[in-house]
């Protein structure tokens, strides 16, 4: 039966890796490299070092497959990204049929942890559907870009007996949830944070978590909108690309 890993490399730091995850790493045969294009050599490069500096049998192999491209403004948001979803699963069944033989073992490596806005578990579920291939998978957890953000802020996202929301830019431009006083912003190119005007609100930032080049930046929130978007905005003109996340705090919880 052939093995496939779906393994969270966490979110920038080569020492995120867990135990799990180097062992995981050691079986792998064939390693499913997708290429998502712009900023993404970095991050194409960081997942071969991990395999360099992690694997002690250098006999794995690479394959690289490109990301089918996607409508950035699309009409509808759902569909198209369920359109996208269906040529991603193209694609990762043919690597997984084509590259794998019947006893041979395969990899995606993650970024942060597969259960946080990725989509590859979403992809092997549609392709286990399909029936076409016969495949045994597991997924390795790994640290997630939020995870390091408290991390490195050495806060607790939640206060105590209260609830956390996880959300994205996307959406806390349509407006903060009223019952949540702890809001974790993820995929946010806009800088959503600037549109709330709450001076009870604090912000907790973090780009290139886990990186050399991180940057935090926290306080009350209308005071360092401005501050965030202008680093944000020089951060991702020097290097290209930037992955930002944030919690946004109400205060006296
Ligand atoms: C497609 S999601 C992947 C999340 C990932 N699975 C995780 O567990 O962190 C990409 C978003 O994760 C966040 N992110 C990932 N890595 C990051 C990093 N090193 N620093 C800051 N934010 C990061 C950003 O919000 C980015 O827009």
Same mark, same amino acid.
């Given at each position: 039966m052939r093995k496939v890993f779906v393994i969270g490399i966490g979110a920038g730091n080569p020492d995120y890796i867990t135990v799990q995850a180097i062992n995981a790493l050691n079986q792998v045969d064939v390693f499913f490299i997708i290429d998502k294009g712009q900023e993404k050599d970095d991050l194409i490069r960081l997942r071969k070092d991990i395999c360099e500096r992690y694997i002690k049998n250098k006999s794995y192999r690479m394959v690289e497959a490109l990301d089918p491209p996607r409508d950035r403004t699309p009409a509808s948001y759902e569909s198209t990204v369920r359109a996208w979803h269906d040529e991603r699963a193209d694609i990762y069944e043919r690597l &997984?049929?084509?590259?794998?033989? @019947? @006893?041979?073992?395969?990899?995606?490596?993650?970024?942060? @942890?597969?259960?946080?806005? *990725?989509?590859?578990? =979403?992809? &092997? *579920?549609?392709?286990?559907? =399909?029936g076409t291939v016969a495949f045994d998978y597991e997924v390795i957890p790994g640290i997630s870009a939020i995870q390091a953000l408290a991390a490195r802020h050495r806060i607790a996202l939640n206060r105590i007996g209260r609830s956390i929301h996880i959300t994205t830019g996307r959406k806390v431009a349509e407006g903060l949830p009223d019952d949540a006083d702890d809001v974790v912003v993820m995929l946010d190119g806009d800088c959503a944070f600037k549109a709330i005007d709450d001076p009870a609100i604090d912000i907790y930032w973090g780009a290139y978590l886990g990186t050399e080049d991180e940057i935090l930046m926290a306080g009350q929130l209308p005071e360092r909108a401005a501050e965030i978007e202008r680093v944000r905005a020089d951060a991702k003109a020097r290097k290209g690309w930037v992955m930002d996340t944030y919690l946004l705090r109400r205060r006296g919880g």
């Amino acid at each position: 039966m052939r093995k496939v890993f779906v393994i969270g490399i966490g979110a920038g730091n080569p020492d995120y890796i867990t135990v799990q995850a180097i062992n995981a790493l050691n079986q792998v045969d064939v390693f499913f490299i997708i290429d998502k294009g712009q900023e993404k050599d970095d991050l194409i490069r960081l997942r071969k070092d991990i395999c360099e500096r992690y694997i002690k049998n250098k006999s794995y192999r690479m394959v690289e497959a490109l990301d089918p491209p996607r409508d950035r403004t699309p009409a509808s948001y759902e569909s198209t990204v369920r359109a996208w979803h269906d040529e991603r699963a193209d694609i990762y069944e043919r690597l &997984i049929r084509e590259e794998l033989g @019947d @006893d041979g073992c395969g990899a995606f490596l993650v970024w942060g @942890d597969p259960s946080l806005y *990725d989509s590859t578990l =979403r992809i &092997i *579920d549609q392709i286990v559907a =399909r029936g076409t291939v016969a495949f045994d998978y597991e997924v390795i957890p790994g640290i997630s870009a939020i995870q390091a953000l408290a991390a490195r802020h050495r806060i607790a996202l939640n206060r105590i007996g209260r609830s956390i929301h996880i959300t994205t830019g996307r959406k806390v431009a349509e407006g903060l949830p009223d019952d949540a006083d702890d809001v974790v912003v993820m995929l946010d190119g806009d800088c959503a944070f600037k549109a709330i005007d709450d001076p009870a609100i604090d912000i907790y930032w973090g780009a290139y978590l886990g990186t050399e080049d991180e940057i935090l930046m926290a306080g009350q929130l209308p005071e360092r909108a401005a501050e965030i978007e202008r680093v944000r905005a020089d951060a991702k003109a020097r290097k290209g690309w930037v992955m930002d996340t944030y919690l946004l705090r109400r205060r006296g919880g």
